[in-house]
């Protein structure tokens, strides 16, 4: 190791992390990361259930599956709030349920959400320039558009889902056939599949 070059994140935990817990069916906090998570996955490890996604910008108990193509809902006894070093759970079974196995991975998004007006949408993020992690929420015009994403530098992979509707998760990456002309699909199987020009103008992120 002393012959590589220093890396940008001396510890990778200050940025990312996973823990593992058994779920009580009640309420219970999950503790002991580096950083306050701003998104946090969830899935349960020896049941048969969905994964739960949650994050800061849409707020405690606003879920989404990303197994699934079903929209945003609330359910307010999920994740019950974000913590300093964790997070909150309430009694719903969707992450704590009784005496099963969970695990929970979770990304530290930066400190605050601003609003953004580098693309011609106004869109909210909240980003950690150091680890090249954002989370972007922002409203489609059905239109050629752009939007700004709040890094420091060219986003590798991009996840997309539509918050209202019953839509497939879209990922585009630097390493497929083409970016942002070529996607995949989070929650299918399908294999990599041509964009066209009505999904990312052909135009890779900047």
């Known amino acids: 190791t ?25 309420t219970q906090t999950i503790s002991g990361y580096g950083f306050s ?6 899935k349960g490890r020896n049941r048969a259930s969905a994964a739960n996604l949650f994050d800061t910008i849409r707020g405690a108990g606003y879920l989404l599956y990303p197994d699934s193509t079903e929209p945003e809902s609330l359910v307010s006894d999920s994740l019950t709030a974000f913590t300093s070093d964790g997070f909150s759970l309430g009694s719903n079974s969707v992450s704590n349920h009784n005496a099963i196995n969970h695990v929970a991975w979770a990304w ?8 953004n007006t580098d693309g ?79 999904w990312f103008q052909n135009t890779a992120p900047t």
């Not at 940008?8 to 009580?24: C, E, H, P, Q, R």
């Not at 530290?108 to 609003?115: F, H, N, P, Q, R």
């Not at 050629?144 to 509707?165: C, R």
């Open 108 to 115: 530290d998004a930066g400190s605050s959400t601003v609003s």
């Open 2 to 26: 002393a012959n590589l070059p220093d890396p940008t994140i001396a510890d990778g935990s200050t940025a990312f992390d996973a823990k593992l817990y058994v779920g009580n069916g009640s």
């Open 120 to 198: 011609s949408i106004t869109s909210s993020v909240r980003a950690n320039q150091t680890s090249g992690f954002s989370i972007v929420k922002y409203t489609g015009t059905g239109s050629n558009a752009s939007f700004g994403h709040g890094l420091n530098a060219q986003p590798h992979m991009v996840i997309f889902k539509n918050l209202d509707t019953h839509d497939n998760y879209v990922v585009i990456h630097k390493q497929l056939t083409g970016f942002a002309t070529y996607r995949l699909h989070l929650n299918t199987t399908a294999a990599e599949s041509s964009a066209g020009a009505s």
């Open 37 to 42: 998570p701003d998104v946090v996955w969830t």
